[in-house]
Nanobody, 125 residues
Framework: QVQLVESGGDSVQAGGSLRLSCAAS????????MAWFRQAPGKEREGVAA????????SYADSVKGRFTISQDNAKNTLYLQMDSLKPEDTAMYYC??????????????????WGQGTQVTVSS
């Protein structure tokens, strides 16, 4: 079993930055990938960024490329999402996810079998 707890969400103005954290506990070594997803009111949950657990390969949604950076601290079992140049359309609940499946750096929700409770990010214009 794996537990994921997100933190770092806040309200910021457009152009600002935030860093989200996801503390993981449990059988982390069994995870193949970890990722960040987001869900805005009335919209489907969408993948933002993914990273191979313990590795350096990453993938990003086109909408965040060049602005967001996913990283991990294996010693702390923590996943991060650095978000720069934030836009109002980045407003959403952000979720940390992990998977024991072969993920191929997928940004599809169906590839992930562990989820956190989410942290709210609000960007005002």
């Amino acid at each position: 079993q794996v537990q994921l707890v997100e933190s770092g969400g806040d309200s910021v103005q457009a152009g600002g930055s935030l860093r989200l954290s996801c503390a993981a506990s449990g059988y982390i070594s069994s995870m193949s990938c970890m990722a960040w997803f987001r869900q805005a009111p009335g919209k489907e949950r969408e993948g933002v960024a993914a990273i191979v657990t313990g590795g350096s390969m990453r993938s990003y949604a086109d909408s965040v490329k060049g602005r967001f950076t996913i990283s991990q601290d294996n010693a702390k079992n923590t996943l991060y999402l650095q978000m720069d140049s934030l836009k109002p359309e980045d407003t959403a609940m952000y979720y940390c996810a992990a998977t024991t499946l072969w993920c191929e750096l997928s940004l599809r929700t169906s590839r992930y079998n562990y989820w956190g409770q989410g942290t709210q990010v609000t960007v005002s214009s």
